[in-house]
C-alpha cells in the first residue's frame, strides 16, 4: 500500500512539474510574440531521449501522458468534424 501512494505521490509530481515547464515555456512565448509550439518542440528534444539533458521519469507518469495525450487526439480531431461538413 505504501508503494503505490509513493507511486502516486511522484507520478503527481512529475506531472505539476511539467505543467509548469509548458506554462513557462508559453508565457515566454507570449511575451516575444510568437507560437508556443515551437519551444514545446525544443524542449522535447532538450529534454527527450539522446537530449541535452534526458528526464528519467516513471514508467507510469509516462503510460499516463500516452493514454491521456492519445484520448486527447482523437476528441480533438472529432471536433473540427461534423456531419455537414463530412457529406
Not at 514545446?40 to 495525450?69: E, K, R
Request: aromatic fraction near 10%.
Amino acid at each position: 500500500m505504501i508503494e503505490t501512494s509513493l507511486d502516486s505521490s511522484r507520478r503527481f509530481i512529475e506531472l505539476g512539474g511539467a505543467i509548469i515547464g509548458l506554462a513557462v515555456l508559453a508565457r515566454l512565448a507570449n511575451r516575444w510574440k510568437f507560437s508556443s509550439v515551437p519551444l514545446y518542440l525544443l524542449a522535447g528534444l532538450a529534454f527527450g531521449n539522446g537530449g541535452l539533458a534526458p528526464l528519467h521519469l516513471s514508467h507510469a507518469f509516462v503510460q499516463s501522458g500516452a493514454d491521456l495525450g492519445l484520448a486527447f487526439s482523437c476528441c480533438c480531431s472529432c471536433w473540427g468534424w461534423s456531419i455537414p461538413v463530412m457529406s
